[in-house]
Every structure is written in C-alpha cells, then in structure tokens.
DNA sequence: TCTGGGGTCCTAGGACCC
DNA sequence: TCTGGGGTCCTAGGACCC
C-alpha cells in the first residue's frame, strides 16, 4: 500500500490533501515519538519513517502532525486484503499493509492482473498500491518499490542485470543500515557489483550464511515459498515512558507497568489460543542501550500471573542503576493451547528441578 | 527535548549429554 | 603435561522488517 498510515488518515481529512503530514506518535512533535508514515510532500522536505518527531518538525515547521490509530489501519488492512481475496487466496500475510500473492495459476496476463488488483483495492478502500510481479518474492518486493505509488512494475529473469543489478545494494530487502555501511565500505555500492563477488571472499566478510545469501539475491535468486499460514513465534508488549523512569525512585511506576504489560500479553496469548515457555523482559536505557532478560520454564503458560512473576523474576537480573526510558514484556515458545503434548509428559517432565523455580525473592508483591 | 511498537531470524557461548 | 566430537537447549544481543 502506498504511504499507509498516510493514506488513511487523507481518507478522513481530504482538506490536508496535497500539504506535508506526518503520522507519528501521539501526533504533538513535542513528544516521544517517530514518524511511522509520512506523506511524500512531506518526504520532499526530508521527513521519513523512523525519524524523531521533533527532528521532523524542524525540518518542516509547516507539517501536520497526526497521530497513530492502528485499530483502523487494521480496519482498512483486512478491507484491502478482502479486496486481493477475490482474485486469488493464495495470500501470504506480510504485516499490515503488505502482501505476498502467487499469481502462477491464474491465466490473465501479470500486467491486467496488476491493474484488476489496484482496482479492487482502490474500490474497497479509497486508496492505491505498488505491485511488483517477478519470478520470486525476493525480485517482486524489489520491483514493488521501483515505481511508487500506483505503480506497476514487472520483472523477468532476463531483465535483472539491466533493471535489478543497478541498484543501490540497500534495495535488497534483508541488507539494512549495518549490512549496507559494511559493503560501502568493501566498496560494493549496487547488486550488480555485489553480484560480481566471489561468494567465499563475501562470507568471510560477514557470516557464511549471510555470504552466500547476499550472492544468490544479487543474482536474483530466492526459492521461498509462500508461507500462507505462519505460526506466531512470541507476542511482546512495550512502552516508552514520556519520561525516564528513575530507577529507585521511580520503581512502583516501573513494577506497575511491567505487571500491566504482563497482563496483556497473557490476555493476547488466551484471545489468540496460544501459550509460551519463555517470559521475558526488555529494558532500554537513557543512553539507549537496550537489554534482555529471560527464563524458560517446562510448562507453557499464558496467564498474566505466571508471565508477571517470571517478569519479575528476569528484572531481579537487572542492575537497575540508569534511568529507565523503555521496558518490555515477551512470551516466546509459543504453542497452542489445545496441544498438551508437552504438558503431560515429555522429555522436559524428567529435568532436573530448578531450586529457585516459582520463587520471587526479590519483588513478590501477592 | 532524538530515536515507537510488534515482530522474525541469526549468531555465539556455555551447560549438559552421549 | 594434556584435556574428542557431535548434538541439543538456553540465554543475550543484534540486524532487519513493517
């Protein structure tokens, strides 16, 4: 979908049409946040996804600042998805505004395809997409994003060297800032030229694995088949505090916030049928260093109760001697709540007992 | 007044087992 | 003066994506 969030919110505000908006936060520029979406007369002054609020607001004092509402992106979300349903179900899910389609089967040309599906979508929601349409995902998602918005773009296995190998290496989805930094300095500037790398000198570069990955998707090369129904790995909640919490001082504010966000993710984890083995906790700091603790327990649960006193149990971990900016709570593990395969019995009913297991030592508050 | 929230996957080291 | 090899599980951190 083309500028998402963006696009939406125009679909209630027509008069903000055609002027720099931003969606990002709770929409005030003076508070926590980043621009998740921006139009692209916003994009013109600079502002992109990612970028502090307060960052955007100096570049472009004359910018209208919403905030997020993703229950209706949601919304919009399964429209449009519905929509791409009456052309094929051969759908996979790739988050809220992004869709894997294969189009193999079906008998009309890619390039009426393409126009059939921006039409249902702009009837069901208002809005417009890019498609890309190549012999993999890895060349679609590429050739989605060469023509935004309302694009259509198509790319054959013979067009790769002359419209793929061009590119900036960044384009690859799976090369990020680090990846991209790294080649730039070996450097490697577009596909075509990490293309021309000898895989083995790539791997010693950086992993064997992500060597030979980077080789193969410089020559276009990518044999995943679409997932149409993924398995939840871990369902996390988060926040961000307006304020960093002082870590003494502050502690009931904190305990407070983990408990509640425990709370959710058990209530997320029930809404879903899904239970986990491993809690955990994330806690970023002032000067933005983020850890992680966590502990896995035999037996999956998906109750707030158990997920807070293991919560607690990881922040005991924690030398809580910075201010606080972000904490977080993940269940991970996860299998669904009807299998009780591994509950009843299993390898895991013969370890070892754990001395401290369900014990709260430090933070039991019952 | 710089940097959200919700995810996936990979790597590496240590414990532990055969 | 020496101390294997292979495998699984757990934990922590980090890159990356939407």
Known sequence: MDAFYASVELLSRPDLRGRPVAIGGRGDPARRGVVTTATYEARAFG??????????????????????DFERYRMVSRQFKAAIAQVTDAIEDRGIDEVYLDLTPLQAGSHALALTLQKHVLEATGLSCSIGIAPNKLIAKIASDLDKPRGVTLIGRDDISGRIWPLPARKIPGVGPKADARL??????????????DPAWLCKQFSPRYGLWLHRAAHGQDDRPLDLNPEPRSRSRETTFQNDLHPVRDWQVLAQTIAALAKQVGEDLKKRGYRGRTVGIKLRFSDFQ????????????????????????????????????????????????????DTLSGPSAKAPPRSDEGTLPLFDDE
Do not use: N, W, Y
């Not at 070996?186 to 990490?194: D, E, N, R, V």
């Not at 850890?291 to 149990?313: C, K, M, Q, Y």
């Open 47 to 68: 502002i992109h996804s990612g970028m502090a609020l307060s960052i955007a607001a100096r570049k472009c004092p004359e910018c209208v600042f919403l905030p997020v």
């Open 184 to 197: 730039i300095e070996l450097g490697i500037a577009t596909i075509g030229q990490l293309a021309a790398c």
């Open 290 to 341: 983020t850890i992680t603790r966590d502990r896995t327990v035999d037996t999956p649960l998906d109750d707030g109760t158990s997920i807070r006193r293991l919560a607690f149990e990881c922040l005991g971990r924690i030398a809580l001697e910075r201010p606080v900016r972000l904490v977080g709570v993940r269940v991970g593990e996860l299998s669904p709540a009807d299998d009780t395969a």
